[in-house]
């Protein structure tokens, strides 16, 4: 790395102490701070903060004779003549254009900016000037054209300099049509030339940034607008991206801080690891958790048992094991005496989740029955389309604090639900969700406490395969505005065994379904049925009824077949796709009515 140069060997410029903060209107006029402002550059610090885009070098000079339309070149030619006008709508920017020569062939160049910039700058390229310039060559009327190159007198530099110019990377700032990558580079040497060592305020200590072999903020902020070479430019990033990395996660540390110390949460305690749900669970499974379901499990266990709110994004794919994760933390909070909802975007998914939490309970979700287990709860289903009465009795019983899960749709966020035991939330695919309707549930639900009044904020648990951008940043951020703070990452890696594969079967006309073959269990999904021109639902082959029909014959001793197609229609109600889409997660559609581990794309567990 570059050696910096000794602070105690520079001095401070006069009346250079308050440039960092002076707005830009005051350093370099109203029209260029007005463009500079839609970058949010607004103070001297800001533009030092602006950083650039990249940097190019010069590379070797290139005969003029082989240039082609749309080449990067870097050309030393001598000026033949300059001069500058302005538009013919006499508005800015004006034009100075010039032509120059290397002895053998003649080109254009052509740059942009201000009248009185232009007119000076023609009158500084005299007839016989020596320059460098590099640019993209165009055409223009059929002639090669440079238009607003980089462009560098030669005559008044010596060699050395020259040499260290050919040299020297050059800094390309984000510009736009009204304000160029050289004229932001000229605000910044305009501000850069009026701050000294003691100016730039290092928020790093001397200790932190020899142990890291950083440099400080001055050497940093100069080499990076003004490097000698690549070295000064990559270490002044470095500083850079380390300075900003350590603010952001003080400023994250704070927020996790001041969360914990404002917000509280019920505790509930780690299951025994026998005498539980949470362990009959374990017990009745069929197969083994995975080595990131135990590990996501037990981080999980961990925070629900604290009480401070917690607020964890769980991804994993398709397939991971995301909804077992969630129904054993459930199954914690449930067990101690509190109740889970768990909130789906669509009717089909909540239906699909239901389905699939049944049926891996099995006993354990039949509370008050005659086949059920000694310790067991119930799953309820909350959607638009409950019916009345049964939704009235979901909803006696949720307000009456019986421990229960309950899946629902938006219909968990009406105003006549009341959980008053609801000590976690969760919520798939967050991103079909408004922030508003994420916090709405645990806003209006959560335990009381007796004694104080206070109400304690439920846990939330947000699952997702796909997380998009925003997301990430969101939750990665902790609510820069839009999300609460503390949430963490929890990501269930291993996949399901591979011992264990669910093979799917093309049969034409991109039609799939499930069958036996060689004693082996198979899956799979029908896709999409052609529809006809006019768009109804008379598709070729006799659409998804004719399709069933066929396999159901052909497969009937082992094959049960379950039917769920979209449909436009308004008219039509979704009933039936409800109840294919039900059967298929809950293991009753399939080969033998048989639930293969890792058939994420029938059921998600």
């Given amino acids: 790395m570059p050696s ?3 602070r105690s060997t520079r001095a401070p410029r006069p009346g250079s102490a308050d440039v960092l903060e ?19 550059v607004e103070t001297g610090a800001d533009l030092l903060r602006l950083l650039p885009r990249r940097y190019d070098t010069w590379g070797e000079l290139t005969d003029m004779r082989t240039l082609a339309k749309g080449e990067q070149a870097t050309i030393q030619a001598q000026i033949v003549r300059a001069s500058s006008r302005r538009t013919r709508s006499g508005r800015a920017p004006a034009i100075m254009e010039a032509t120059v020569t290397d002895g053998v062939s003649t080109m254009d160049v052509v740059q942009f900016g201000a009248a009185g910039q232009m007119r000076a700058r023609a009158t500084r390229l005299a007839p016989g000037t020596t320059v460098l310039m590099s640019g993209k060559v165009g055409l223009h009327r059929g002639r090669r054209q440079l238009s607003n190159p980089r462009l560098y007198v030669l005559d008044e530099l010596d060699e050395a300099e020259r040499d260290a110019l050919l040299a020297r990377p050059m800094p390309i700032y984000p510009g736009t049509e009204a304000l160029p990558s050289w004229s932001v580079a000229k605000a910044v040497r305009t501000v850069l ?32 607008h003004r490097p000698e070479d ?8 470095k500083r850079l991206r380390h300075e900003e990395a350590l603010i952001l996660q003080v400023a994250l540390a704070q927020r996790r801080a001041l969360h914990e110390a404002t917000r509280t949460a019920v505790a509930w305690p780690e299951p025994e690891a026998t005498g539980s749900l949470r362990a009959d669970l374990d017990a009745a499974l069929p197969y083994e958790l995975t080595v990131g379901q135990v590990r996501v499990g037990r981080e999980i266990a961990a925070d629900l048992a604290r009480a401070v709110p917690m607020q964890r994004l769980l991804q994993g794919d398709v397939g991971s094991g995301k909804t077992l994760v969630a129904l054993r933390a459930m199954l914690q909070v449930v067990g101690a005496g509190g109740q889970a909802a768990l909130l789906a975007p669509t009717e089909v998914l909540a239906a699909q989740h239901h389905s699939s939490l049944e049926a891996l309970l099995g006993p354990l979700a039949r509370y008050g029955m005659l086949d059920g287990a000694e310790r067991a709860t119930r799953v309820h289903l909350l959607t638009g389309s409950t019916p009345v009465a049964q939704r009235r009795r979901i909803l006696a019983d949720l307000a009456a604090g019986e421990p229960a899960i ?24 967050q991103h079909r969700f408004g922030v508003a309707q994420r916090d709405a549930l645990r806003e209006r639900g959560g335990v009381t406490d007796p004694a104080t009044g206070q109400r304690h904020t439920p846990h939330l648990l947000v699952m997702t395969a796909t997380p998009i951008p925003r997301t990430i940043a969101m939750y990665g951020f902790r609510r820069p505005g839009h999300l609460r703070p503390g949430r963490a990452a929890r990501r269930a890696r291993p996949r399901p065994h591979p011992s264990r594969p669910v093979v799917a079967h093309p049969l034409g006309g991109g039609h799939l379904a499930a069958r036996r073959q060689g004693g082996r269990r198979r899956r799979a999904r029908l896709r999409r049925l052609p529809a006809d021109r006019g768009g109804r639902r008379r598709a070729r082959a006799g659409g998804c009824d004719g399709l069933r029909r066929r396999h159901r014959r052909r497969y009937r001793p082992e094959l049960e077949l379950a039917r769920a197609r979209g449909d436009r229609s308004a008219t039509r109600p979704p009933a039936g796709r409800r109840r294919g889409v039900e059967a298929t997660p809950g293991g009753r559609a399939g080969p033998g009515g048989h639930r293969r581990r890792g058939t994420h794309r029938a059921h998600e567990r």
């Fill in 406 to 429: 309950v899946v629902g749709t938006h219909a968990l966020l009406s105003d006549t639900v009341q959980i008053p035991f609801l000590g976690l939330v969760v919520v798939d695919e």
């Fill in 230 to 237: 690549a070295d000064q430019w990559k270490a002044a990033r």
């Fill in 22 to 40: 002076r707005p830009v209107t005051r350093l370099l006029g109203k029209r260029t701070a007005a463009q500079l402002a839609k970058q949010g």
């Fill in 193 to 224: 030339d009026q701050v000294g060592p003691d100016d730039v305020p290092d928020p790093l200590p001397d200790e932190l940034r020899r142990s890291c072999g950083l440099v400080d903020a001055y050497t940093a902020y100069r080499w990076v």
């Fill in 4 to 6: 910096s140069p000794d």
